[in-house]
Structures are given as structure tokens and as C-alpha cells.
């Protein structure tokens, strides 16, 4: 498929075509912002968003982070009535396994904080999540964290499904293309350069994902993301798989895993990994990776592995995003640095883009997640990271 022509002029460019820049697209174009365009140095999706778990919650610990994914989890439960597109949906909950007391008194917090919120999560004992997530070994866990409304769904569909309503509200797209400078005097943009040629534009927003900190630098704004590596693996078949299976997460490991056809979906957070740009998978965190399946979900082991992949976390110091529009350079705004979490969150990002865009009261407030936090004493880590 050829790629489409390179506009001359836009009102404002989207940096990055997954998720959060598919959805920021679609919002601003559907709220009647004429000439936006977005450019994606690859096929739409093959940055982050087509290489994540699919995993939709709104289990966290911070406030921000449980509105931005229960916003979304609404966007993804109407996705095809809105959009025409189906996206395998599958809310079977999210179930995190927990070992340490200080989880246990850690997780009852957060409970409390997201039933404030609206989010129906609970505490449950051991014997209940036994039966939710039959796999799993219940030796040594304390309790348990489950929301019945979080589940997982498929992102390549999700990615379809924005970049479709995205053309049709009026919004370029354009693919294989790759921004190489940000022209600017400091204090207003000028344009936007690519390989392909510039398009004058006096607002950017960066939604790179991993690559985020380069197209900040472009434009003098510091974007503290790094790329890591996360590796994600299927199974075979699995004889008797409850299709209710919850996305099942051993909190003190990160071991996580959920139904993916007749088999499951794998992975575990490598607290050995070190950060750069790397998306060939390794062997190495496979010991590693075993050990916590023999741990907490030995029945799996007798499973032999399908295929798999690597992809990237773009993560920030306190593994939180990064929202907001940059002081002192008319206009930059960007949405990164989700640590893992941008494809669950991108249907509400792309409404809170196009607020502030807009220059009104975002549908959620992520005044915390501004950049400039680091300059200060604003940070407060995320705690419900995987």
C-alpha cells in the first residue's frame, strides 16, 4: 500500500500512530478542528500499542490513573456500537495475587480509593481466588485484589477502529514517515520536519511512546521516557481452560497471564532488563519467567510455548504519564511516558488532548501529570505497576 501524500500545512501534528495518537486524532478532528494531521514513522499500532497484552483496567492506586482507565473502560465496552469495529472485549476481571502484608494493607487502599471512584473492585480471600483463576497455586497468598469489569481486548482492532473513524472525521493520516527536527524560535513552532519533506504547523502533539524524549528535544521541552523491554509469550492449548479466566497477576513477581484463544498469554516484568531500544526477544528471563510459573501457576508448565514478541514501556521516573503542554513554546503538548499502561488509557488521553488543545477543562484533571513535576517535590510513584 502506497503512502499517502505529505500535507504542506496542518493546524496541528500528531506525532505517533498508536493508540493515544489515533485517539487524540479522532477527538480533535471530531470536535470540528480542521487540517489534523498525524505521522507515524511505521504502520499504525507497531510502535507499542499492537505489542501490548491488551489488558483494560482501572485498578490502580492513583486517582488520575483509576479516572483515565475507567473512562476508557467505558470507551472500550461501546467501542463497537461507536466506531463499527469489534475489538474482542473480554471482561473477566483483573485478579492480583498477593503474597506480602504490605500489599495486602497496600491493595486495601486502593480499593477503597477506586470504589470512591466508581471502579467495583474488592478484596477477596484466597479460596475465591482460587476458584476465579483455577491455574494458579494458592500456596503462600495472603488475599487478593479483583475488579469484575477489567478484563482485556485485541489492540490491533482498537488501533482499526480510531484510525478509521479518525479519517473519517476529517483527519490526515500518514504512515511510513519520520519526523527528523521540529523547527522553532523558542517560543512559537514554526513547522514540522520529516524524510519526506516539512509541513508548517504551529502546534505539535508528541504521543512517540518510547520515542518521546528524541521529538521533546526537537523542540527544547525534556521528556523523561526511556525505552525497556518487555517480552510477552503464548501457549499451546490448554486442556479445560475456563473461558472466564481472569487476566491473573502474581503482584510479587509480575508472572501475569490471560486466555488468548484455546491458550494464554505470558509474561513477567525482567527486574533485569536494562533500558535501550531493543525489540528482538531474548532467552535470557526465561529461567527467570519459569521459576515464577512453577511459583504461583505450575500447571502452565506442562504446557508447551506457542510464539511470542518483544515490545517497549516507555517509563517515566515515577511510572506515571506525561500530560500536559509544555510552558514558554507555543504549542507543544504530549501524552507519554504511560510505563506500560497507554494502550488501556488512550480512549480518555485522546479526549484530554483534545481539551486542552481546546483550552478547556480537561474531562479528567491530569494537572499531576504534568512534566514539570520533576522539577520539584510533585512526584508520587504509581504503586499498581506490573
Known sequence: MSRSALPSRASVVVIGGGVIGLST????????????????????????????????RAQFSDGVNIELGRRSL?????????????????????????DRPEDV?????NVVLQNELGV?????????????????????????????????????SVVLGYAAAARRAGAKLVRGTTVTDIVHDGHAIDSVVTDRGAIRADTVVCAAGPWSAAIGEMAGVNLPVVPLRRQILTTEAVPGL??????????????YFHREGPG???????RQETPGFKLQRSDDWLPRLAAAIERRAPRISEVGLGGG????YEVTPDCNALVGEAPGLSRFLYATGFSGHGFLMGPAVGEVMRDLYLGRAPVVDVSGLDSRRFDGSQVRPELNIV
Open 264 to 270: 494464554l498469554l505470558l509474561g513477567m516484568s525482567d
Open 74 to 98: 467505558r470507551a472500550f465496552e461501546n467501542f463497537k456500537a461507536d466506531f463499527g469495529q469489534e475489538i474482542d472485549l473480554r471482561q473477566v476481571g483483573y485478579l492480583f495475587l498477593l
Open 242 to 255: 475456563d473461558p472466564e479466566t481472569p487476566f491473573t497477576i502474581d503482584f510479587t513477581t509480575s508472572l
Open 105 to 109: 494493607v497496600r491493595f486495601e487502599k
Open 25 to 56: 486524532a479522532y477527538h480533535l478532528a471530531g470536535a470540528g478542528v480542521a487540517d489534523v494531521v498525524l505521522l507515524d514513522k511505521g504502520e499504525f499500532g507497531s510502535g507499542s500499542t499492537c505489542r501490548a497484552a491488551g489488558g483494560v
Open 120 to 156: 467495583p473492585s474488592r478484596m477477596i480471600d484466597v479460596a475465591e481466588a482460587g476458584r476465579l483463576s483455577p491455574l494458579i497455586s494458592t500456596e503462600g497468598l495472603l488475599a487478593a485484589a479483583y475488579s469484575p469489569t477489567d478484563g482485556h481486548c485485541t489492540p490491533e
Open 309 to 312: 514478541w518483544a515490545g517497549l
